[in-house]
């Protein structure tokens, strides 16, 4: 609440307020926000022009009270007193008095840049008369342009990036196969800001806590989940979507952040990119400068032991039925910025957060912040949650054949794997359209001295384990080659140079024949004979096989230096109804299994693969004007060798239009879609416009394109 007093004097009364919203909020970088109170950001001043009964002589005394919450008390920080005769007060905010004209006066007022975050409310008294004006919310935001607040970012290029740009593009696919997925922000649109304001009540933070972006961000990876709190967005990785909207289905924060602030409820579904959007969105609009980060083959490590055990049968397919923890073709949490008063010196800048709920963290689905500089450098037993991110982008991983013998499973180690996790660790580039690899804020390079070292660090902070696998059935097993000792891993280096890779011939499209290829290579003198085995499957990102497609196990001879190419063709009709029947988009998975015999040399590889799909393009002028109609048409060709049923196009398009979605039926092959929508700009400068089309065989075929809007 703001309050205002003026004592002495004749009858002084306050005729109105004019909160100089145009003004204000164009120096705070707030005019964007689709809002109509005065929304502005800690530690900086704003003006306020105040008009009365009379003039305000120099005997007036005059006192703002400026309250948040539902107890304001000065003694909490959350009621403050300030009279612009004293300047300075005790709660370090400041006001002084402009300009005093004839019946006007115009007042500055400068809040403290560790003041708490939140929804203040402007009252005036005048002697024993008060006024209450409309709109008398006052929005106070984390300002990264203050160099007081813990938040401070002192690129401007970063600044418009992380805290302005209401568009952006998440990346998804697997780690040698990264595309971008065009997602909306729009931290700015209708009800947003509110909807975060109700976010922030909701987690009843003491009202100190407000403060500090360490609280608010953690309180708010907690929120956007809705496991323990009836938060934001229900997960759900079922691959059954009926009773909501597919997390595929989504391309922006806006509609699921107003969906949950007029029903409070939570929304349906989403995965681990909706989360990390959303909470883009969160963070954004509180002016927390947040980024999205996807991490690829990303560790779901149920144990923190930082290893992660992958059961493959003899024919090299995944078992995942057995597995305890998992790898995760990607993964997509944020990272937010920040001082952390609260650590040691030299662990400000970047902390990771995640809302995507994964372990419960001191009881609840939450986790970070997390320094980037503790998970480089191996300091896992600093706050918060530096144990879980550290295992996803460092645990090692360990494979295991498992044959039947005698009845019962038999565990052979066939290899270990050190540099697979954690690949290629991405963000959207800051003020361009392309991906921009963050790995080194992450890590140190793989296999370095560095990189060992932060592992070592780690590992002493993390409860050691022996070398034996733990499927959920191995108690009953046998086990071959099982080292006890636990520590750090080392891959084993290869008696005959034994190398395996794994191709595709040609493109993946939906339809047609998946051409594969396994090539075995040796480098060292001497005859070699190898047992190969290699599968196919379909997965989904999260490492889940949805079907086995097939597999090639041969013997083959290679001397000395050489290598052979073996072909693993899968039919389309051997995956066509997995993709129909599957909700999730599907990557294709290939294994390899290499053994050579009369030697103790085993290999293990394995890669992911994204299928292709035919473009969507948009057709529309490169600029248009503000308040001026303008057309824009998407379209689509379907250039594969099967129909597209139940396809749906959803654009949208913030500052031009509300977001649609278009019901195009079945696409037969060949067959081409237009669908037309009329923009009307209510922005000026550079808008993005996005679609995506989904099918019952395909999930997700993206587009954006930027469009400039001029006065």
């Known amino acids: 609440m703001l309050v205002a007093f003026f004592l002495a004097g004749t009858d002084l009364k306050v005729t109105g307020i004019d909160f100089l919203k145009s003004q204000n909020s164009c120096l705070h970088h707030t005019d964007a926000y689709n809002i109509k109170n005065l929304v502005v950001r800690r530690g900086q001043a704003f003006q306020l022009q105040l008009s009365f009964s009379r003039e305000l002589k120099a005997a007036d005394k005059l006192v703002l009270h400026f309250s948040i919450g539902e107890m304001p008390m000065k003694v909490r920080g959350t009621l403050m007193s300030l009279n612009p005769r004293h300047e300075k007060d005790v709660s370090r905010w400041q006001i002084s008095i402009v300009k005093n004209s004839g019946k006007e006066c115009l007042l500055s007022v400068t809040s403290s840049p560790s003041a708490p975050v939140g929804k203040y409310t402007l009252n005036v008294k005048t002697g024993t008369n008060i006024y209450k004006p409309e709109n008398d919310a006052v929005y106070l935001l984390f300002n990264p342009w203050c160099e007081g607040d813990v938040v401070f970012l002192a690129d401007e290029e970063q600044r418009k990036e992380y805290v302005l740009n209401d568009t952006g593009c998440i990346y998804v696919g697997s780690a040698y196969s990264i595309h971008n997925r ?368 097939g597999y090639v196990k041969e013997t083959i001879k290679l001397e000395g230096k050489s290598e052979m190419q073996v072909p693993l063709k899968i039919a389309a009709d051997a995956y066509m109804k997995t993709l129909a029947s599957v909700e999730d988009e599907v990557l294709v998975h290939v294994t390899a299994i290499a053994e050579v015999q009369g030697m103790d040399d085993k290999l293990t590889k394995e890669t992911t693969m994204s299928f292709e799909y035919p473009p969507i393009t948009i057709e529309m002028p490169e600029t248009a004007k503000l308040n001026k109609e303008f057309s824009c048409a998407f379209i689509f060709k379907n250039k594969l060798n099967m129909p597209l049923d139940n396809c749906k196009l959803l654009v949208e398009g913030l500052g031009l239009f509300k977001m649609a979605t278009f019901d195009e039926g079945d696409v037969k092959p060949g067959r081409i879609i237009k669908s037309e929508i009329i923009c009307t700009p209510t922005r000026l400068g550079e808008k993005k416009i996005v679609g995506k089309l989904t099918s019952t065989q395909i999930k997700g075929i993206s587009v954006e394109k930027a469009i400039t809007i001029t006065a």
Not at 333 to 358: C, H, Y
Not at 386 to 415: C, L, Q
Not at 440 to 466: T, V
Request: hydrophobic fraction near 35%; proline fraction near 5%; charge should be neutral.
């Open 182 to 549: 065009p997602w909306n922000f729009g931290q700015f649109e209708e009800l947003i800001l509110d909807t975060c304001m109700y976010l922030l009540d909701k987690s009843k933070p003491k009202m100190s806590n407000r403060r500090d972006p360490v609280f608010v961000s953690r309180a708010m990876s907690a929120l956007v989940n809705s496991n323990d709190d009836r938060g934001v967005l229900l997960g759900n990785w079922s691959g059954n979507y009926n009773n909501g909207t597919s997390p595929m289905d989504w391309i922006g924060s806006v509609a699921i952040l107003q969906q949950y602030y007029k029903t409070k409820k939570p929304v349906s579904y989403g995965q681990c990119w909706v989360f990390a959007g959303v909470l883009t969105t969160v963070m954004r609009c509180l002016g927390i400068p947040s980024r999205c980060v996807s991490n690829f083959n990303s560790a779901h490590d149920t144990e923190e032991n930082l290893r992660v055990d992958v059961y493959l049968n003899e024919f090299g397919e995944k078992l995942n039925r057995m597995s305890f923890d998992s790898i995760w073709n990607f993964h997509v949490w944020n990272d937010v910025w920040m001082k952390r008063t609260d650590l040691p010196e030299g662990f400000d800048g970047w902390q990771a957060i995640d809302s995507t709920p994964q372990e419960q963290s001191q009881g609840i689905f939450q986790c970070g912040p997390c320094p980037l500089k503790a998970i480089r450098e191996g300091d896992v037993y600093l706050p918060f949650d530096s144990k879980f991110v550290y295992a996803e982008v460092n645990a090692d991983k360990v494979y295991w054949v498992v044959k039947k013998v005698n009845g019962k499973d038999k565990y052979t180690r066939i290899s270990t794997e050190t540099q697979g996790i954690g690949m290629n660790i991405s963000t959207k580039a800051v003020g361009q359209d392309k991906r921009e690899d963050i790995t080194a804020q992450y890590k140190f390079p793989e296999g370095s001295k560095e990189e060992r070292r932060a592992m070592q660090k780690a590992s002493s902070f993390i409860r050691p384990l022996g070398m034996t696998p733990r499927a959920f059935f191995s108690s009953s097993g046998h086990m071959d080659e099982v080292d006890s000792k636990p520590g750090v891993l080392h891959e084993e280096v290869s008696k005959t140079g034994l190398q395996l890779e794994i191709t595709n011939k040609a493109a993946l499209y939906p339809g047609s024949p998946l051409e594969l290829a396994i090539t075995v290579k040796t480098s060292a003198p001497g005859s070699w004979t190898i047992n190969l085995a290699g599968s196919c499957q379909l997965q989904s990102y999260t490492g889940k096989v949805e079907a086995s497609l």
